[in-house]
């Protein structure tokens, strides 16, 4: 910046070259000043380009200021070049103009000290020119390198420009043969085309716009394209500029997904309905061994001996759970929220008859059942059966997977809007990636370890379904392995208490 100004002062009179040197020093600090009086230094000055401004007269000996002046344009447009000459005339003023002089001042007395203004005008026009050249170039680089497909195209469809990338992406060989289609043409459907003409005119801008284009090979690529148009001072659409950015690749994911998921609902649906039947199919024939079995065990058909009763025994059990089971999976099937009978309940006692219920089987298992109901609990809407099933089931984990004892804990209270129940154990705990897969039907952490009759997996999904119906939600949670798990469930209190 505070670089010395180094000027070339072209002029054959000595005593001219003074006094420019002289004013100069009055205006810019130590200024380095090249004089040349002949065509071979005035050459080898030319080859190094090491200078910021020349001031040259018009009659030269050797040449004339044209020449010069041409001389420095057609190599360095950019350098500030003036002419200070008193033969000049204003034709030779008009052409040196055209030829990019900068400006042009008499040497006479009046005129000298409009030098250095003149200079620093040239300067500072100079440094401005470049500062929009190099603007330009960058915008140009942007534009040229940027891997996202750039255009400007007029509202009637023409092709003003187009970068490298729009090229390529388009399928074509280069930029000229690209300008010479018009948009229409690449649209697939004339009427995306008509759509995205119409919002850019309502709203002057259009974004994200998805559409299918038609490449120069006749392929077809998804594309998202987002322009504005740009208007001239009395509002008049000049052009529009865009960009575009091929998607084909994400429509295709998207696509296949949608896919997916239609099959994967499909293959869910016919599964389920198997079950359904499947389940169905399987209750006649159990309901008809559970009655045989009973009338065994009552001795309908004569007195047992203790072999058979125990046998008797072992099948009423095992047909029971079967039947359960069986049961649940229907459950599942058909539960929603039209088929739940919503009655008003007490909580306490419906958690205390659940807690009874276990008692033996815990203490068997060396738990304790701790029981803690927040004293101010309301009634609530809900169905008794369904609600109790919940329970059952949470309580009937938390005792099968805490194998080292510890307590099972229920506590009941009110946050909110919201009724919590959380159900809480010593046990094995839950891995973080399956505290949610546990909802999932038939899924099971440790298949081969809690395998038993009626355990497959389908306990908690039935809870999820009978809460969510509800209108409340169920979710795990766990410290991790043999650091035991906590099932939360909310339940809406004032839905719970509207009749449904
Ligand atoms: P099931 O119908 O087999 O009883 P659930 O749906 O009730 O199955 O539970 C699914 C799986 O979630 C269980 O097999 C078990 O791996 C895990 N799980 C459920 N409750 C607990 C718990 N309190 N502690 C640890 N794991 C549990």
């Given amino acids: 910046m505070n670089d010395p100004l180094r000027i070339l002062l072209i002029d054959d009179n000595p005593d001219d070259r003074t006094l420019v040197i002289r004013e100069l020093r009055r205006e810019f600090p130590d200024p380095q000043v ?6 071979e230094s005035f050459t080898r000055v030319l080859e190094t380009g090491d200078f910021d401004l020349v001031i040259t007269d018009y009659q030269l000996r050797w040449t004339d200021g044209l020449q010069v002046l041409r001389a420095v344009k057609s190599r360095y447009p950019d350098r500030p070049t003036i002419m200070f000459t008193a033969t000049g005339s204003e034709e030779i003023a008009v052409e040196a103009m055209k030829a990019g002089l900068d400006d042009y001042v008499l040497k006479s007395p009046k005129h000298f000290i409009r030098l250095p203004a003149a200079m620093r005008a040239a300067l500072e026009k100079a440094r401005q020119r470049q500062a929009t050249k190099e603007a330009e170039t960058r915008y140009r680089n942007l534009f040229e390198r940027v891997p996202v497909g750039l255009y400007r195209t007029t509202p009637d469809g023409q092709i003003l420009d187009a970068n490298p990338a729009m090229v390529e992406m388009l399928g074509y060989p280069d930029r000229e043969s690209l300008l010479a289609t018009n948009t229409d043409d690449l649209y697939v459907n004339p009427k995306e085309r008509q759509r995205w003409q119409v919002q850019m005119e309502r709203e002057g801008l259009v974004r994200d716009f998805e559409t299918q284009l038609r490449r120069r090979d006749g392929t077809i690529i998804w594309v998202m394209d987002s322009a504005r148009a740009v208007q001239d001072a009395e509002g008049r659409v000049l052009y529009y500029e865009g960009s575009l950015e091929d998607i084909t690749e994400r429509k295709r994911a998207e696509a296949e997904l949608r896919e997916t998921n239609i099959q994967l609902q499909a293959a869910l649906q016919a599964r389920d309905e198997m079950i359904q039947n499947v389940s169905h199919e399987l209750r006649t024939p159990l309901t008809l061994i559970m009655g045989y079995v009973g009338l065994l065990k009552e001795g309908a058909f004569g007195p ?17 759970q079967l039947y359960f089971m069986v049961n649940r999976l ?31 089987r815990a203490e068997e298992a060396g738990i304790q059942l701790s029981l803690d109901i927040s004293p101010d609990l309301p009634s609530l809407m809900a169905d008794p059966d369904l609600l109790s099933q919940v329970i059952y089931n949470l309580l009937d984990n ?20 919201e009724l919590i129940i959380a159900v809480s154990d010593q046990g094995i705990g839950i891995p973080p990636d399956r505290l949610e897969r546990v909802f999932e039907s038939f899924y099971q952490v440790d298949g081969s370890s809690t395998r038993r009759f009626g355990g497959m997996g389908i306990g908690l999904p039935l809870c999820r379904r009978i809460i969510e119906i509800h209108g409340g939600r169920i979710w795990a949670e766990s410290e991790g392995e043999g650091k035991g798990s906590t099932f939360y469930i909310t339940l809406p209190l004032r839905d719970a208490m509207l009749e449904s």
């Fill in 34 to 39: 090249e004089q040349i009086t002949n065509a």
């Fill in 304 to 320: 047992l001996i203790p072999e058979q009763a125990r046998i008797i025994d072992v099948l009423e059990n095992q047909s029971d």
């Fill in 330 to 360: 229907l459950l599942l099937q058909t539960l929603d929220t039209g088929t739940i009978r919503k009655t008003e309940l007490d909580l306490k006692l419906l958690l205390q008859k659940a807690v009874g219920a276990w008692q033996t």
């Fill in 398 to 417: 938390a005792i099968k997977f805490s194998p080292s004892k510890g307590v099972v804990g229920i506590r009941a209270w009110i946050e909110g809007n």
